[in-house]
């Protein structure tokens, strides 16, 4: 179950308009890499710290298989690529490196996990 919270915010295009109320999801704590490989290890015949150096392995070649702009498909887990922020100009000619901001990773989930989001139960706080 997901707990949602009401938060009151202004309309972005319109700073007069009266606020608005939206639904926020509150997270219930985090699972890290040592807590996944606990799992997996109680699930299957591999022992947990095998399990450990098999993610840590496997973060190493995404972030490696990431920085040579490559998109990386976790299959049924989904997609992860590097994507950027940069300032615009006027002129293909004059678009630059230093015209970027900022870089992020953007994640496109497979068909399993964008089909687990229609079945989460939701709580207000």
Do not use: W
């Not at 915010?9 to 308009?17: E, I, M």
């Not at 490196?97 to 992020?104: G, R, V, Y």
Request: charged share 25%.
């Amino acid at each position: 179950m997901v707990k949602v919270k009401p938060i009151e915010r202004p309309n972005p295009q319109d700073r007069t308009a009266d606020k608005k109320f939206y639904a926020q999801a509150i997270s219930n704590g985090t699972t890290d890499l040592e807590r996944l490989a606990y799992l997996v290890s109680n699930q299957s015949t591999v022992r947990e710290a095998d399990c450990y150096a098999v993610l840590l392995s496997l973060l190493h070649n995404v972030i490696d298989e990431l920085s040579q702009g490559k998109i990386v498909k976790q299959d049924k887990l989904g997609s992860f690529q590097i994507g950027v922020r940069s300032e615009g100009v006027a002129t293909e000619e004059e678009l630059t490196s230093s015209a970027i901001k900022k870089a992020h990773i953007n994640f496109r989930p497979d068909k399993r996990m964008r089909n687990m989001l229609s079945n989460v139960a939701f709580t207000f706080k």
